[in-house]
């Protein structure tokens, strides 16, 4: 059981770059989130999934895409970097039948 | 909107000091409170919670009790270690299991 996982750790992209950024859990849990954390903002929702097929914006959403074609991936997609998304990325995930959220390691994004 | 306030730090402290770290709230309904804590490198991990008020979550020596009169949920801590050297993050959950709404986080530094 390895929880929530998250690739790559750390990237470097320039602006106008594509990536995706991959999150994966193992728990069978319906819902997954991404947020991102800034110096002195604490963490922020960017998109939220409530199930396979189902996904909503959260506060951040804009230069981001999600998709869920499966209840274990949730990645997030930038289509052009911006160095405003400079950024820690973390996934997380929640059971239904609970109200904790398990979070990944993190992805450490630079956008130059 | 909903939103948590922490107080700002670093607070440094030597080992077995007492330790408060304080949150307050602001939110309709009657939200779940949570405190996480991120340890350097790594993501973050649910530390307690508390669901309704008058209600005292604990875990690891540390506990904060949900003050529905004064909308806060103070962390505390009778003797720091070393080893509880990390950013505690304050966090509510209104609506959704997918929304948690974090305060900005506060770094603890114990020395020995």
């Known amino acids: 059981n390895a929880g929530v996982t998250q690739t790559p750790k750390f990237q470097v992209l320039k602006t106008g770059q594509s990536m995706t950024l991959q999150c994966a859990q193992d728990m069978n849990h319906e819902y997954m989130s991404w947020y991102r954390q800034d110096p002195g903002m604490g963490l922020r929702l960017i998109h939220y999934s409530v199930g396979a097929g189902i996904t909503d914006q959260g506060e951040v959403p804009n230069g981001y895409n999600v998709s869920r074609s499966t209840t274990e991936d949730f990645p997030l997609r930038l289509l052009s970097a911006a160095p405003s998304q400079t950024s820690v990325y973390f996934c997380?995930?929640?059971?239904?039948?609970?109200?904790?959220?398990?979070f990944g390691p993190g992805t450490r994004l630079t956008v130059l | 909107g909903d939103s948590v306030t922490q107080m700002e730090g670093p607070v440094t402290l030597s080992e077995e000091a007492f330790l408060t770290i304080n949150c307050t709230y602001t939110a309709t309904g009657y939200p779940s409170l949570f405190w996480y804590v991120q340890y350097p490198g790594e993501g973050l991990q649910l530390l307690l919670k508390a669901t309704k008020a008058d209600d005292k979550g604990s875990n690891k020596g540390f506990e904060a009790t949900y003050r529905k009169e004064t909308t806060s949920f103070h962390l505390e801590k009778g003797s720091v270690q070393v080893s509880d050297s990390a950013v505690y993050f304050c966090a509510l959950m209104n609506t959704g299991f997918q929304k948690l709404v974090f305060g900005t986080g506060t770094r603890l530094l114990v020395s020995p």
């Open positions: 997380a995930s929640t059971s239904g039948s609970t109200d904790t959220q398990y």
